[in-house]
């Protein structure tokens, strides 16, 4: 197909797809790159991210500490994993079952004040670069989508699910081309019957058919190429082609069908919005999208009155047997419930254990990178009002997959889980990990617009204890 054909659907295609079906898919470096990184062992073939959002308390959840001051210690106990000498809190029995199968990073950190709010903090976990200088930077996801791209041509190689929840509009393409932007389904309770992803069929007043005859017309017009930017060109064809092959496969529409999953299954990982949310992205992983990014809290629903707000931003009453909204709030925390509820650890317990026995049955977790992340941890010590607070100096992510040696923790904080005190890890460190893992090379600079060269993970690099 020439190139002058191609570009020459470029309006056309926005007629059978709602909201632009993210288009995404250049690559004039996938056989390059692909051709260096695979055959490697350990190296990922798909990176898998839950994303929680909010800044999980890690001394609640990863990293017990019961010989802190009474005055901040967690009512929810140490409990053994199936790997000795490991512990987590008791809420997560599920998950202590599975132990054996990650790494726990207990000694990430960042100690720059730009980053201790939400949107800021969620931007350096989604990009691994400190926001605010310059040039914006792109996401991971979008850094990998343009590098390498991905195997399934029917489906954007990033996608972000459901993608809307509160800090999910902080994902940024920044300098990266429009065909590495991410894909947001949607969807603010996957757990309802029939949920679907709007605007993945053929515009049904124009008919398959007809869609054909009009584009073999429109491939003859020439609508006007991008001037002097050829890699825009290129993708700009890739992203055409891909909205062809989208459009008209039917596995777009049933990739995102969790009605095709068994009963059993879809209770293992646990009715509600979040299990349905981790079992999609383990359909997508499964279908080889390159980059899949989960970015979840339970929805408002009758079954969770006062819960406008289920992250982990836990201001208020963090304790709390149902909603944070309680005599004495200071505000920061309503509409959450607290971290011991099904809402908040016993729906993730359930699902992230189920998550990845499912891979690891399946066969995935052989070459998909597994990544449990969430923007920063929470105060050691207890606010006025029952609650912990943002905290950055130490906090905790898992890693599983892709040759990650599994029943391991990396680092260790100080006996209130305030300040990290071996093998300290940064969100830069973590990217550099990601990219490391799908083999790039981290000294192959992206080239800025004006031709400036940007490193991958310029401050990061890769956690070595994860190969």
Not at 184 to 202: A, H, N
Not at 269 to 295: K, W
Not at 361 to 375: A, I, K, Y
């Amino acid at each position: 197909m020439s190139l002058a054909k191609s570009e020459s659907r470029r309006n056309f295609l926005g007629i059978g797809v709602a909201g632009g079906l993210a288009l995404l898919n250049n690559s004039n470096a996938v056989a390059a790159i692909e051709g260096q990184h695979r055959d490697r062992p350990g190296r990922a073939k798909n990176v898998l991210v839950i994303l929680e959002q909010g800044g999980m308390s890690h001394t609640d959840t990863w990293d017990p500490k019961p010989d802190t001051l009474v005055q901040q210690l967690s009512p929810y106990k140490p409990i053994s994993t199936n790997v000795p000498g490991i512990q987590f809190t008791e809420l997560l029995p599920h998950t202590s079952r599975i132990a054996d199968k990650l790494s726990v990073i207990r000694s990430m950190h960042h100690t720059t004040g730009v980053t201790n709010g939400h949107p800021k903090r969620t931007q350096y976990t989604l990009s691994g670069h400190v926001p605010g200088g310059a040039l914006e930077m792109p996401d991971i996801g979008s850094v990998v989508a343009h590098r390498i791209g991905s195997k399934c041509n029917y489906l954007p190689p990033y996608i972000m699910a459901p993608g809307n929840s509160e800090q999910a509009k902080e994902s940024r393409l920044g300098f990266m081309p429009f065909d590495a932007k991410v894909f947001k389904t949607g969807g603010r309770d996957l757990s309802q019957s029939g949920w679907k992803v709007p605007g993945l069929g053929l515009n049904k007043a124009i008919g398959e058919s007809r869609f054909l005859k009009r584009l073999d017309l429109l491939s003859n017009l020439d609508v006007g190429l991008p001037n002097n930017r050829s890699d825009e060109a290129a993708g700009w064809v890739k992203a055409i082609e891909q909205a062809e092959e989208g459009l008209l496969n039917p596995k777009t529409k049933t990739a995102f069908d969790l009605e095709q999953e068994s009963d059993k299954l879809r209770d293992d990982y646990g009715r509600g919005h979040r299990g349905q949310c981790y079992l999609l992205g383990r359909r997508l992983i499964e279908q080889d999208v390159r980059f899949v990014t989960i970015d979840v809290r339970e929805p408002l629903t009758e079954k969770t009155p006062g819960g406008t707000n289920l992250n982990w931003d836990h201001h208020d009453f963090i304790y709390a047997k149902g909603t944070c909204n309680l005599p004495g709030a200071g505000g920061g925390g309503r509409g959450r419930y607290g971290i011991g509820t099904w809402w908040m650890m016993g729906s993730v317990d359930q699902a992230f254990a189920a998550l990845i026995n499912d891979m690891d049955n399946r066969g995935l977790l052989e070459d998909t990178l597994v990544c449990f992340v969430t923007e920063f941890g929470r105060t050691p010590k207890l606010n006025k009002a029952q609650g912990r607070d943002h905290w950055s100096r130490a906090y905790s992510i898992v890693m599983a997959g892709a040759g990650v040696p599994g029943g391991q923790v990396i680092g260790a904080t100080d006996q209130q889980g305030a300040f990290v005190t071996e093998r300290p890890y940064t969100p830069d460190d973590y990217a550099a990990t990601v990219y490391k893992k799908l083999g790039l090379n981290l000294e192959k600079t992206l080239r800025a617009p004006d031709g400036r060269p940007i490193l991958l993970a310029a401050n990061g690099a890769p956690i070595k204890e994860v190969f």
